[in-house]
């Protein structure tokens, strides 16, 4: 019955060999929230196209490899100079980077800034704030969030930790840099906290990046928690390698009149799915999701998203584009949920999908679940092609057929971004647009308009 | 709410299913369960061929092997099906050659539900096939519609007159093995509608069916079979109530339509099967299979359904536009009260080159029911230039009722435009105010908004169905906004 049970009970056997490997870390109580997940994976399966929240992606493709964990004695030396081409060539940002899932302190920018604004890895929390680490990991997930995310917490051993105390604002975006390199077959598993309490300000870019274009698997999750009056500013960047798999969970709480903006971008990765959920603590609350995938020849990318109204007047803004070429797969799974006593929500889902080949396919699946009656909430999805009357408008002003195709994918895709505020986050974000849309192999003959 | 908002919403669930009495007409009924045995009794009692009791015995093994779906966002205690019986017939029905043999008790029941079965008494041009329980109780202006070649005739009797055709198309597009209640369907159907239209015809009369749930503890397995040769059009009605019970009665049809190349299938439904009673005690499980295949080219099948009754409704009519420049439509109401549940909508499948769908639904969902739209479009790596616009919106009468939409849509050919709105509302309270000021009594002007919230799909109806239609919701959503 079990399809996958071998590959569980490897991860099961690494997880021992993990164990045995902490050493006088066992001990402590953040061991405890370990153990509590793993002891959940052996009655959990891996999800199949039979499960309705995964019919449309096959994860076995991830589950055919046994992917081993990452040990640091087989680290290859990243310098300085690597990194530099993912910085956004801005040295004022607070820097945290994780080189194949581990904080690497000399690649890492990290100014004194005040005391109100904790930057560290989260290994490094365990040590100085364990119980802010024990008070908030695990919080916001919730208790069936599935193998994936009880794999991470059971492997937990590094990611980012921010914390913003009360009434502060941070003015430098904080950007937490994942890159892998790596030649053996390895999963990594970061897991970040964020923390803004009442009347903060903070950007966080959320950045996932490859040297070596080589085949791991990324297992991330990130816990978001918004108290009264905050504003997160958060960009989420995944441009993995083509060869690589990707699952990450972002589970975020948004108390009263707090304002989250997320933006959701993915380029990389062969198999990639994101699990997004957003859920109101508090009213008067606004949460805007802005998602981007641009897809090349062999990549599936699968976006789940859930916000959950539960608190009256909240509103939400939710637009996922989408643009397909080569033989790849886009999926969205966007839902709504108004529960009974949201009234005055406001709540808005879109999805638009342009599908530039003939082997690209688009499932999509807008759901909206309401049970108050006073809300405007609306949802639209299209699937379609360029638009021929622009295209032709284009190309009456001299365009050649190629310049006009480029010209209006880039608008339709940049339009997602465009409001991000930090001129050198989006400078970065065009030019991998650009060469995202270059490699898409342009102008398969059957492709253009008849 | 304030109080008077309340008064007004349990005045309005207090609103009285006027067809919920019981025909005292004597039955020919087997022993509740379920087994080969069964099917073979009705197979005899019908005087089948041996083709088609294999046919179900087929549909019997397979379905043993089923698991019922749960998919669905609905809720309800576990069907038993061995305590259903799956054959009731009224018993004066044997070999009824003119109306004038029909128990007048069943007569009765009929012309209270207001279908005009003496055909003096008929209203133009509807020729009616009424099923009563089990079996096919009368079929009006059967004389009229042979002129044309038309056939219009219980499928029992169609598997006696014109086997062939049922042999060729039974199973065609909902085959036997379909989905769990299809199968069950396929092997202890019944009775049902047979129409065949044939070539170049233009059926000249609309074509209904009426749907009657009698005795206690059966489960209602019709089968309708529509096909519309080349160059053909027909117009089909389908109508449904039963008695109020407290047990949950079982209704699993399967109603399929062809159309061949350059016909057209126009297919309306206004269900308002009992829905049980306030706290949701009883009421019909209406588990339907509706599927149109557009079989031929430049063919068009039009659902349109006005959704009242049934404690439960869960259904999909859909739409396979196989033939190039066939199109499917989808036109839907649906109102759910008390604790109705619905969990309904539509499937467009293009394969086709230039294949074109329509989905409208309305959804209404009052006191404390459920209320979902579920809908998929998929367009297949060569239907090119597929087109599909879908639009469903839901409107709420009361915080302790939900909505719900879950469109799929799947798409794999580049020249596809597929899109898809909804919107949720609830009747604005400066709406209301605007009627009362121009003197509309508060439910007549939830009456005239909610049926001008319908109106795109209600100009689908023919033109009796229409009004039919207005009323019914006119008199569900009575003092349901204060």
Not at chain 1, 129 to 151: C, L, P
Not at chain 2, 64 to 72: G, N, V
Not at chain 2, 156 to 174: C, F, N, Q, R, T
Not at chain 2, 366 to 373: D, E, F, P, Q, V
Request: with cysteine; charged share 25%; aromatic share 10%.
């Amino acid at each position: 019955m079990e399809k996958f049970q071998e590959v569980k009970t490897w991860y099961i056997n690494r997880f021992e060999s993990f164990e045995r490997g902490l050493n006088g870390e066992s001990k402590k109580p953040i061991h405890k929230f370990r153990k509590q997940a793993a002891g959940k994976i052996p009655e959990l399966s891996f999800p199949t196209i039979r499960d309705e929240e995964w019919r449309y992606t096959d994860v076995s493709p991830v589950l055919v490899h046994k992917f081993d964990l990452y040990s640091i004695s087989s680290t290859s030396d990243i310098i300085k100079k690597q990194i530099e081409p993912f910085l956004f060539n801005n040295s004022e940002y607070i820097t945290l980077v994780f080189v194949n899932g581990i904080f690497n302190a000399g690649l890492s920018n990290i100014p004194a800034v005040t005391e109100n604004v904790l930057v560290m890895s989260l290994k490094e929390a365990f040590e100085k704030h364990q119980s802010i680490v024990e008070n908030y990991i695990g919080k916001n997930t919730a208790a069936d969030s599935g193998i994936f995310s009880e794999m991470n917490s059971a492997f937990l051993s590094d990611g980012a930790f921010i914390l913003i105390r009360k009434n502060t604002v941070v003015e430098q975006p904080i950007h937490i840099l994942y890159l892998s390199s790596t030649e053996s077959e390895i999963i990594i598993q970061p897991r970040n906290l964020i923390i803004l309490e009442d009347n903060t300000r903070a950007s966080i870019i959320e950045n996932y990046e490859t040297i070596l274009h080589s085949l791991y698997f990324t297992n991330a999750v990130t816990e978001v928690t918004l108290g009264k009056n905050a504003n997160l500013n958060h960009v989420r960047i995944q441009n993995e390698s083509t060869k690589a798999f990707h699952i990450s969970l972002s589970e975020t709480a948004i108390d009263s009149s707090s304002v989250y903006t997320y933006y959701n971008l993915d380029f990389g990765g062969k198999l990639a799915r994101n699990n997004f959920n957003a859920k109101f603590v508090g009213q008067d609350a606004e949460c805007n999701l802005n998602g981007l995938y641009l897809l090349n020849d062999g990549q599936t990318i699968d976006n789940h998203t859930m916000i959950d109204h539960k608190h009256p007047r909240c509103r939400s803004n939710e637009l996922y584009k989408g643009v397909l070429s080569g033989k790849s797969r886009a999926v969205f799974n966007g839902k709504v949920m108004v529960r009974k006593d949201s009234q005055k929500t406001n709540a808005f889902q879109s999805n638009k999908n342009i599908l530039l080949s003939n082997n690209a396919i688009v499932d999509t699946k807008p759901q909206l679940e309401i049970f108050a009656d006073d809300v405007k909430c609306s949802h639209g999805a299209t699937i379609g092609q360029l638009d021929e009357e622009a295209l032709f408008y284009l190309r009456s002003r001299g365009f050649s057929l190629e310049q006009a195709r480029r010209t209006l994918v880039s608008a339709f895709a940049e339009n997602v971004v465009e409001n991000i505020s930090h001129k050198a986050v989006l400078d970065y974000l065009e030019q991998i647009i650009q060469e995202k849309l270059r490699n898409e192999n342009p102008l398969s003959e059957s492709t253009v308009l008849e | 709410m304030s109080s008077t908002e309340m008064q007004e919403l349990e005045q309005f669930t207090d609103q009285e299913y006027k067809y919920g009495f019981v025909t005292d007409v004597e039955s020919d009924t087997i022993a509740k369960g379920l087994n080969e045995d069964v099917i073979r009794v009705i197979s005899r009692k019908k005087d089948e061929p041996e083709w088609m009791l294999e046919w179900r015995l087929k549909a019997y093994r397979h379905w043993l092997t089923m698991t019922e779906p749960k998919w669905s966002n609905v809720s309800y205690p576990k069907i038993d099906f061995r305590d259903i019986i799956y054959y009731s017939a009224p018993k004066s029905v044997k070999k009824l050659q003119s109306m004038d043999e029909v128990d007048p008790e069943l007569l009765k029941t009929f012309t209270k539900l207001g279908i005009p079965l003496e055909e003096q008494k008929i209203f133009a041009g509807v020729a009616v096939d009424a099923v009563f329980d089990s079996v096919s109780v009368a079929t009006t202006f059967k004389a009229k519609l042979k002129e044309d070649g038309i056939i219009f005739c219980p499928i029992s009797e169609a598997l006696h007159e014109y086997p062939d055709l049922v042999k060729k198309y039974i199973g065609m597009i909902v085959p036997s093995t379909d989905n769990f209640y299809a199968a069950l369907n396929s092997a202890v159907f019944t009775d049902g509608s047979f129409v065949y239209i044939p070539k170049g015809v233009r059926c000249p009369m609309e074509l209904s069916t009426y749907f009657r749930i009698n005795e206690a503890k059966t489960g209602q397995f019709e089968r309708t079979l529509i096909i519309a040769d080349e160059g053909s059009y027909v117009s089909y009605l389908e109508g449904c109530t039963a008695p109020m019970r407290d047990e949950n009665q079982l209704h699993a049809a399967v109603v399929e339509l062809i159309a061949l190349d350059n016909a057209q299938i126009k297919y309306s439904t206004i269900q308002n099967w009992y829905a049980g009673d306030k706290e949701g005690r009883g009421g019909i499980y209406n588990f339907v299979t509706k599927r149109g295949f557009c079989k031929g080219v430049n063919s068009k099948i039009s659902w349109t359904q006005v959704e009242t009754g049934s404690a439960i409704t869960w259904k999909y009519p859909s739409c396979v536009l196989q033939g190039d420049n066939s199109i499917g439509e989808f036109y839907s109401v649906a109102v759910t009260n008390h604790k109705q549940q619905a969990d309904t909508g539509t499937k467009m499948i293009h394969i086709g080159k230039n294949t074109r769908s329509t989905i409208v639904s309305k959804g209404i969902s009052a006191g404390k029911s459920n209320n979902t739209y579920r809908g998929l479009v998929k367009v297949g790596k060569n239907a090119k230039n597929a087109r599909n616009y879908s639009q469903c919106d839901s409107l709420l009468i009361g915080d302790t009722c939900g909505a719900h939409t879950f469109p799929y849509l799947e798409v794999s050919n580049p020249s596809a435009k597929v899109e898809h709105e909804a919107t949720t509302s609830k009747i604005g309270e400066d709406q209301i105010f605007y009627l009362n000021q121009r003197g509309l009594s508060n439910e007549d002007a939830v009456s005239m908004i909610v049926n001008g919230y319908c109106k795109e799909v209600f100009k689908e109806l023919p033109m009796e169905f229409a009004v039919e239609a207005q009323k019914l919701l006119g008199v569900s959503l009575e003092g349901s906004v204060g």
